[in-house]
């Protein structure tokens, strides 16, 4: 319907305009997720440094079960998951990289997912940024 003033007429998109968006972020997120999993894998691929540096490989179990998961909750919470899937033992309350990655009593932490945040934020920001929608 024209507006009786301008006779111009509008069209409203905004559940096509909600959804694009929703598509960008969703993308934006995947994208810095796959970056961060692949700075936490090189990280951990490097050599024994020292105790509160990134944890070096022994076994190749924690740089294996390093992954990216995104769950789109409802229409505007997307949630982007990125650490470890091991799980505790049935004796332990955390997991072998939750130890690691906030240390012990007993052992410094050796964080490797934080620092990989850290260094892998802005890919998040400017993919949320820029494009074009």
């Known amino acids: 319907m024209p507006n009786l003033k301008t006779g111009m007429r509008f069209q409203w998109y905004g559940e096509a305009f909600k959804e694009k968006i ?9 994208v810095w997720g796959l970056t961060c999993e692949g700075v936490i894998k090189r990280h ?5 440094v ?10 190749g179990r924690l740089r294996q079960s390093i992954s990216t998961e995104q ?3 409802s229409r ?4 982007q998951k990125v650490g ?3 799980a505790p033992r049935s004796d332990q309350a955390h997991s072998y990289p939750w130890y690691l990655e906030l240390g012990t009593s007993q052992h410094k932490a050796r964080p490797y997912l934080r620092i990989s945040y850290d260094e892998t934020i ?4 400017t993919g949320l940024r ?4």
Do not use: K
């Not at 540096?53 to 022994?58: I, L």
């Not at 505007?76 to 949630?79: A, C, G, K, L, N």
């Open 84 to 86: 470890s899937s091991i």
């Open 122 to 125: 802005a890919v998040l920001i």
């Open 71 to 73: 769950e789109r909750l």
């Open 44 to 48: 951990i691929s490097g050599p024994y």
């Open 76 to 79: 505007s919470y997307i949630r």
């Open 22 to 30: 929703a598509r960008h972020v969703s993308a934006s997120l995947m």
């Open 50 to 59: 020292f105790a509160g540096t990134y944890p070096s490989v022994q076994t």
């Open 130 to 133: 820029g494009g074009a929608l």
